[in-house]
């Protein structure tokens, strides 16, 4: 889902009864608006650790270093607010051969009444197209399934038929894809689309139609001295009548043990980063932002803490 406008989803449902408590109010102003033209629903996971684990939106990532590791997150957007999205992902990444890379992801959204849980198995080959550059290519194949529980949504007066059947998609297959150019220096490029296929509620889906989003991911390294080096990078999601979002990150990797980082994400948010290699094989991440959107004005934080632990790991390892 795409949290950056504050609009879980997009679904033309009327409402004929009023809600009770504020937060009601406001999960509403995010679920549903009314009109009589099509809607479209934004679905993706939205984090910001994505360049401590880009697995989760490219599955050319598997096996593209020495580095294996399975990776944790767990998001909790403004802090607060009763209903608020909350994002568990977690990951493996298998470096596989020479050249191959095999990895497992599983997500689970949640906002309010609506719930997106996916899996899914990523496989990709990596090519070396000269003495610096090489091209990745992987593929994804798994299962997703969206609910919307409209029952356990709270109304002051019951009755109203429109919230007395909660929907599902069922458990569909999809699949995704992702290109990915990196360079011996640490400069990357990547695109992908991690879901092809779209969410449909069968009868049920009315005017709704789900958008399916594309990610670039640019990034390098730049060492400072022996002991910094800063690791800028940006990411950009793109979709047909979306608006743009991107975000800008810089991170600072201190003595090989520390990191420190700043975010900002188009319209919605700023961010610090902190990490610590807390054992050779244990990596702690945490990012703390504040909102800058409408809904800043009845919430002020988001949490986001990963846990990574690596293996087959032959040197100190480099945020990337």
């Known amino acids: ?29 995010m679920l549903i608006s009314i009109s009589s033209y099509e809607s479209k629903g934004q679905i993706e996971t939205m984090y910001s650790l994505y360049r401590f684990n880009p697995q989760i939106v490219t599955p050319a990532h598997a096996g593209s270093s020495e580095v294996s590791d399975i990776t944790v997150i767990n998001r909790r957007q403004w802090t607060g607010f009763e209903g608020a999205p909350v994002t568990f992902a977690a990951s493996l990444n298998q470096k596989w051969g020479e050249n191959k890379g095999i990895g497992v992801v599983a997500l689970m959204d949640q906002a309010g009444p609506i719930k997106a849980t996916t899996i899914s198995a990523d496989f990709a080959y990596h090519v070396p197209l000269n003495d610096k550059w090489t091209m990745s290519g992987g ?26 059947e909660d929907i599902s998609s069922g458990l569909k297959f999809n699949t995704g894809w992702g290109l990915r150019f990196s360079k011996g220096d640490g400069l990357f490029l990547s695109i992908s689309q991690p879901r092809v296929l779209k969410y449909d509620f069968g009868v049920l889906s009315g005017a709704y139609k789900d958008v399916d989003y ?16 800063l690791y800028p990078s940006a990411m950009v999601r793109v979709a047909t009548d979306v608006p743009l979002s991107y975000d800008l ?21 700023y961010g610090i980063r902190l990490g610590f290699q807390a054992t050779k094989n244990l990596y702690a991440g945490y990012v703390y932002e504040l909102p800058i959107s409408a809904i800043s004005k009845v919430t002020t934080q988001t949490h986001e803490m990963a846990l990574r632990f690596t293996f087959n790991k032959k040197s100190t390892l480099e945020t990337k």
């Open 214 to 229: 594309y990610y670039t991911m640019l990034g390098t390294k730049v060492r400072l001295s022996s002991q910094i080096t």
């Open 249 to 269: 990150n810089v991170n600072s990797h201190i003595r090989e043990k520390f990191d420190l980082g700043f975010s900002y994400r188009k319209g919605d948010s």
């Open 139 to 164: 593929i994804r194949g798994g299962f997703s399934n969206l609910t919307i529980e409209w029952s356990s949504i709270r109304l002051t007066h019951g009755g109203d038929e429109n919230f007395q």
């Open 1 to 29: 889902m795409n949290k950056n406008q504050n609009n879980k989803l997009n679904m033309r449902k009327p409402i004929n009864m009023p809600f009770q408590g504020m937060w009601v109010a406001l999960l509403v102003a």
